[in-house]
T-cell receptor, first 114, second 113 residues
Framework: DTEVTQTPKHLVMGMTNKKSLKCEQH?????MYWYKQKAKKPPELMFV???????INESVPSRFSPECPNSSLLNLHLHALQPEDSALYLC?????????????FGEGSRLTVL | GDSVTQMEGPVTLSEEAFLTINCTYT??????LFWYVQYPGEGLQLLLK?????DKGSNKGFEATYRKETTSFHLEKGSVQVSDSAVYFC????????????FGKGTMLLVSP
């Protein structure tokens, strides 16, 4: 199994809603990532988890709250978002934390904030 | 800090044409280099990689060679297909830290029949 699975694929929410994005991998990878991608732009790193601990937060606003319940799961909790937060949110994983390596990406969750 | 520069797009080609997408990088030490591809409406997929100087990565007819002397990792394919139409991202990871990727801005490739 070499997949990173993200749900939902599409999400529409109002600025007062609370929702969550989910990501799952069963490759035994110990590092997991959240990226944000706006149209016609490269992905931007948001968070990195290493061995289920948050190791990098790229100054992301607190309305985005990551959670890593176990080594296979990564969530992104969303609350009080703004329309400019509309984007494709990509989850990724890599085999080793603390070393260079290739990232495996999910297909993304496309978020629209009204 | 690390950075990746790739040619502006879109690159528009006819089927069976030769493709080159230029990529140069700035990094300390010996980064690993990658090409990722993003098809319309999808996430990113690793296309090929090279982890040390003079390595050649190849996959699906695409090739790129890690040139440390010119700090380049140009993507080439001898004969493109319509199905190759996508956005191509050159990227690197440093040799320390948590495999965080530094991406170029991406180059859109459009192949017409």
């Amino acid at each position: 199994d070499t997949e990173v699975t993200q749900t939902p694929k599409h999400l529409v929410m109002g600025m007062t809603n609370k929702k969550s994005l989910k990501c799952e991998q069963h490759m035994g990878h110990r590092a997991m990532y959240w990226y944000k991608q706006k149209a016609k732009k490269p992905p931007e790193l948001m968070f990195v988890y290493s061995y289920e601990k948050l190791s990098i937060n790229e100054s992301v606003p607190s309305r985005f709250s990551p959670e890593c319940p176990n080594s296979s799961l990564l969530n992104l909790h969303l609350h009080a978002l703004q329309p400019e937060d509309s984007a494709l949110y990509l989850c990724a994983s890599s085999r080793l934390a603390g070393a260079s390596g290739e990232l495996f990406f999910g297909e993304g969750s496309r978020l629209t904030v009204l | 800090g690390d950075s990746v520069t790739q040619m502006e797009g879109p690159v528009t080609l006819s089927e069976e044409a030769f493709l080159t997408i230029n990529c140069t990088y700035t990094a300390t030490g010996y980064p690993s280099l990658f090409w990722y591809v993003q098809y319309p409406g999808e996430g990113l997929q690793l296309l090929l990689k090279a982890t040390k100087a003079d390595d050649k990565g190849s996959n699906k007819g695409f090739e790129a060679t890690y040139r440390k002397e010119t700090t380049s990792f140009h993507l080439e394919k001898g004969s493109v297909q319509v199905s190759d139409s996508a956005v191509y991202f050159c990227a690197l990871t440093s040799n320390s830290g948590y495999s965080t990727l530094t991406f170029g801005k991406g180059t859109m490739l459009l192949v017409s029949p």
